[in-house]
């Protein structure tokens, strides 16, 4: 399988932390591409030239995250991205957390249409829903990965991670102790340190 990827993004990083949880980085082969750049073949396997975008071993594109996650799911079944018998707990976690991973990259995208993004009303939503999500992963954080890798941890560390990487100019986990320890606890796994965003 060939993944399309920049090593900003975080819904690759979604994508990578289940590909690596699962044990199938050896089945799949990275290639950094500009999501801006419209180069072939990246941009004929998903019209929206976007990162991550999969190509199957069948040469079969599948774009979107969530797409994506579900096709890595049913190629090796566990441990599930949602994982059924603790379904609902589940989805709630990841739901603030993929929340404020929308809002980041939203205001990241945004700030290359105007330089005053972060503040208009659309900016100053997207910043209040990152602030919030955190205070919600605090209030009710996920499994650690050692106990279960599914998609709250995933979208959890990636939201916290990307937050502070594209964000740096405070510390976004200063007062949110749960949060910060939980974070704490998931470094040195070998999903979470391979998977880090970089400029
Ligand atoms: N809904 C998409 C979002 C993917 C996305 O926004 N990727 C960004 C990088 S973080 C991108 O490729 N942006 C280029 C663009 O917006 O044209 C998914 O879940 O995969």
Do not use: C
Request: net charge negative; aromatic share 8%.
């Amino acid at each position: 399988m060939k993944l399309y990827i920049n090593t900003t993004s975080p819904f690759v990083r979604l994508v990578r932390l289940a590909i690596a949880e699962k044990g199938l980085a050896g089945r799949v082969e990275t290639e950094v591409v500009d999501p801006w750049a419209d180069a072939e073949p990246f941009l004929r396997a998903n019209a929206a030239a976007r990162v991550p975008t999969l190509v199957t071993d069948g040469g079969t594109p599948i774009a979107e995250a969530f797409l994506i996650l579900r096709y890595l799911d049913a190629l090796v079944p566990e441990p599930s991205v949602w994982p059924a018998d603790d379904l609902e707990r589940t989805l709630t976690v990841a739901a603030p957390a993929l929340g404020a991973i929308e809002a980041a990259t939203a205001i990241i995208i945004g700030r290359k249409s105007s330089a005053s993004f972060d503040t208009d009303i659309v900016g100053a939503k997207r910043h209040r829903t990152m602030r919030e999500g955190l205070r919600r992963l605090d209030a009710t954080p996920p499994r650690d990965f050692a106990d279960r890798p599914d998609i709250a941890g995933f979208a959890a560390l990636t939201a916290v991670d990307y937050i502070g990487f594209r964000f740096p100019d405070r510390d976004w986990l200063a007062d949110l102790p749960t949060l910060h320890a939980w974070r704490d606890r998931q470094e040195g796994r070998e999903s979470v340190t391979t998977t880090q965003p970089y400029a």
